[in-house]
């Protein structure tokens, strides 16, 4: 089992910036792959970016490519999302996820709520 508990959500103001955290704790060796996704009232949940834990090679979506980027700090368990340049649709519950298999999300965190005011 993977436990993951996300962090670092609020409200800023459009063209903000805020850095989300993930740790991750226990058999967290079993995981190659880290994501983050978020979901709006009424959305299906997204897709935002994924890193390899063990190379680092890192995929974006089209949507935050260029405005996100996705980080990890392997000493201390731990992923990141750089959020900057914020707009009000990127207003979510931003969720972080581990898998071991590419496409395959085993373990999800309770997510952390982003509002981005106009």
């Known amino acids: 089992q993977v436990q993951l508990v996300e962090s670092g959500g609020g409200l800023v103001q459009a063209g903000g910036s805020l850095r989300l955290s993930c740790a991750a704790s226990?058999?967290?060796?079993?995981?190659?792959?880290m994501g983050w996704f978020r979901q709006a009232p009424g959305k299906d949940r997204e897709f935002l970016a994924r890193?390899?834990?063990?190379?680092?090679?890192?995929y974006y979506a089209d949507s935050v490519k260029g405005r996100f980027t996705i980080s990890k700090d392997s000493a201390k368990n731990t992923l990141y999302l750089q959020m900057n340049n914020l707009k009000p649709e990127d207003t979510a519950v931003y969720y972080c996820?581990?898998?071991?298999?590419?496409?395959?999300?085993?373990?999800w965190g309770q997510g952390t709520q982003v509002t981005v005011s106009s």
């Open positions: 996820a581990a898998g071991k298999v590419l496409y395959n999300w085993d373990y």
């Open positions: 226990g058999r967290t060796f079993s995981s190659n792959f």
């Open positions: 890193i390899s834990w063990i190379g680092g090679n890192t």
